[in-house]
């Protein structure tokens, strides 16, 4: 079985600033990674993935990631953000052996004030 | 194309009635996904439809009723809904290897 834990339930920062989301998770097997943004009222939109190869993943919107194994981790990042970027972020795994399933952690809210 | 359109956007039922959600792509994704999504939690599956077939059915109640009517359209009718059903209703699809999983704006369902 497969669980994504995000221990920040909301993250504030200021314009301009740095930001980093944390993810954790775990799994008995291999998994793909995954960071989608929801904006209010709608529905998600895929920032990076991660599958093989570098560790770094870069995404749209300035957005970055690191996977790391050992620590079973996958912190997204950014830094410099905009007002633009307040929206509910979740981080998601998926087995390689059932591609079909996508686990998604409990999200968090980034609120980005001026 | 690289959209999943559903319709509509917004539905009001009252637990009596009959109606039906749309989802539809032109991707040629095989693996189509109905996902529901409460007020400020994570999506949850539902089902999944893979080359038209239902494979995956995630325990749900029987007042939910899925329909995968050919490759690029998904529908899922919902009668006697119950209040707690009230969610926004995600569309989803995936190529092979989950390259280019995308999700739908999405329909936001109240039942009254």
């Known amino acids: 079985a497969q669980s994504v834990t995000q221990l920040d339930s909301q993250v504030p920062v200021f314009e301009e600033a740095p930001v980093e989301l944390r993810c954790n998770y775990s799994?008995?097997?291999?998994?793909?990674l995954f960071w989608y943004v929801q904006y209010p009222n709608q529905g998600l939109q895929l920032l990076l993935k991660?599958?093989?190869?570098?560790?770094l993943v870069k995404g749209i919107n300035g957005f970055e990631a690191e996977f790391n194994k050992s620590q079973t981790s996958f912190h997204l990042r950014k830094p410099s953000v905009h007002i633009s970027d307040t929206a509910e972020y979740f981080c998601?795994?998926?087995?390689?052996?059932?591609?079909?399933?996508?686990?998604f952690g409990s999200g968090t809210r980034l609120l980005v004030r001026p | 194309d690289t959209e999943v359109t559903q319709t509509p956007k917004h539905l009001v039922m009252g637990m009596t009635n009959k109606k039906s959600l749309k989802c539809e792509q032109h991707?040629?994704?095989?693996?189509m996904y109905w996902y529901k999504q409460k007020a400020k939690k994570p999506p949850e599956l539902m089902f999944v439809?893979?080359?038209?077939?239902?494979?995956i059915n995630e325990s749900v109640p029987s007042r939910f009723s899925p329909e995968c009517p050919n490759s690029s359209l998904l529908n899922l009718h919902l009668h006697a809904l119950q209040p707690e059903d009230s969610a926004l209703y995600l569309c989803?699809?995936?190529?092979?290897?989950?390259?280019?999983?995308?999700f739908g704006s999405g329909t936001r369902l109240t039942v009254v």
């Open positions: 991660y599958l093989s190869g570098s560790t």
């Open positions: 989803a699809s995936s190529g092979t290897g989950l390259y280019g999983y995308t």
């Open positions: 799994s008995s097997v291999s998994v793909y």
């Open positions: 991707m040629g994704h095989r693996a």
């Open positions: 998601a795994v998926s087995p390689m052996d059932s591609s079909y399933k996508l686990i």
């Open positions: 439809y893979s080359y038209e077939k239902l494979s």
